[in-house]
């Protein structure tokens, strides 16, 4: 197909003219590709090694796993190929040029088609990868039942994209394709929040309490999930079964003919509604999204009555960055998932069963006070990488007018570590506050935790806004592809090495002020060195953390000539 021969040009331009810094990123993000990739298989061969040594239920087990892992699969493949189809069929910018042109209608929809079944399929079908591979060693299959694995993944993958595509069509007919990207954002961002709260409060950690299921018929109802035989999903489970638990009577063959029989007949009925309605789809899409200037006088005052102290220049970018953040659903939509972060965050420490343990409950207390110091840093750098990494490159093609006026690349770089670092030590106060309120702490640890968590806040504010700046991306499509390249991966390892350096230096002193505490005995003159010194190393990492980082980006960002 022609039209797909440039990314395939594009592509091979970009491995022949790699420089050693191209490579060495691959390099690490490869490592850590294979690293999570082996996390995955661990995972999956262990649990599947435990089901096989349950006799009677422990093939029973291993196909409900199977089952859930391929709806799981089919479900995330669906919901992506919409998405991807509304970028690729209606926003992509050489459809611009090839639209007025006399173009092959079957050429371009079965180029669009594939290039969003790849773009959207790549990522499950790789980190799905160790979990067929775990069943096939734990089971002990051959060569077949690997291509069994790829001859049942591709019709799946078919059939995915052509619903995806065919729900985006049908949308874009009706409905302006950029509010439905908004749309399509907002629903996913609601389902995960949802899902994961309600399977948070549903007490998760209570099927482990043999109290719970007396017995092996009430367990295995639990377990009892709907299979319905006409989603594709549950004929990709049939097929491989009977090579993994040697069900050859259940039909594989018939299951195997019912994937491919309907991904073909997707992809020709999805191609004569393509030529029908894609043209129209298309014009629509490319409409104006109209604006609604709506102005919101007490909205207006309070801003401008808090951003009176500040400098002109530094009131104007301040003010723009607030109005952007509201105006852009991709950003300000976030915050739900920052709410449902400090709900479940703090809903955790209030059901830890603490009178259960065999530590006394006070010195437990202060150990995970301490703990939450770790969990509370990676928290905040998981809402950062979303926040404060993309800050520099939110500027987008305005970065130039920035760049040339009075306010300056450092007064730039300034305004958004203020910003950002106001926005997440109040985040990171309220979580480590709270949590240590939930779990009853002496004032000591309260302080300490207050204390170290700003400092922990502010160097993994500087880390997003330095490496941001270091590697800015000011071209994008969507807000979330800013922390995917390699400056997101640095700064995320960066921001984990900071904060676990921070709580392995207070280890040693919390140890001795909680042995001195439990013994009744006042701490040596020794052991208070020991802590002055363990202050000070914070205190000079934080403050290394916070001010190298923003050298560097600032001097990365004015070598930037072009984009």
Known sequence: MKLLYPRFAQMRNRLKNRDRRMYGKTLIMGFFGILFWAAIFIVFYRVLAYFKGIEIVGAFLAAKLLSMAILSFFSILIFSNIITALSVFFMSEELQLVTPTPYDADELYLSKLAETIINSSWMVALFSLPVFLSYGIIFRQ???YYCMVLLTLIPLFIIAGALGTAVALGLVKSFPARRLKDIFFLLA?????????????????RLVDPDIFITVIDYLSVLKAPASPFLPSQWVTDVLSAFLFQKQGEGPGFSFACLWSTALAFIVMLGWCFRRIFFDAWSKAQEAKSIRVKRWSFFNRVLDAVLSPLAPPLRALVDKDIRSFLRDTAQWSQ????????????YNFSVLPLDKSPIPTRQLQNILSFLNLGLAGFVITAVA???AFPAISLEGESFWIIKSSPLGLRGLIRCKFWTNCLLL?????????????LLGVDRVMMLLSAGTVLLMTCGITSLGIGIGAAFPRFRYENIAQIPTGFGGLLYMMLAMLFCVLIVMVEALPLQMYLTAVAAGHPLRPGQWGIIAGSIFFVCALSAAACIV???????????IESF
């Open 425 to 437: 030590a109040v985040l990171a106060e309220v979580l480590i506050i709270c949590s240590n309120w």
């Open 549 to 559: 980082p923003m050298k560097i980006g600032l001097y990365r960002l004015s070598r």
């Open 335 to 346: 915050l739900f998932i920052l709410l449902a972060i400090i709900v479940i965050y703090l």
């Open 385 to 387: 990488v979303r926040f």
């Open 142 to 144: 051959d060569a077949a």
């Open 189 to 205: 961002l609601f389902l995960f929040v949802g899902l994961y709260s309600m399977f948070r409060f549903m007490k998760p950690e």
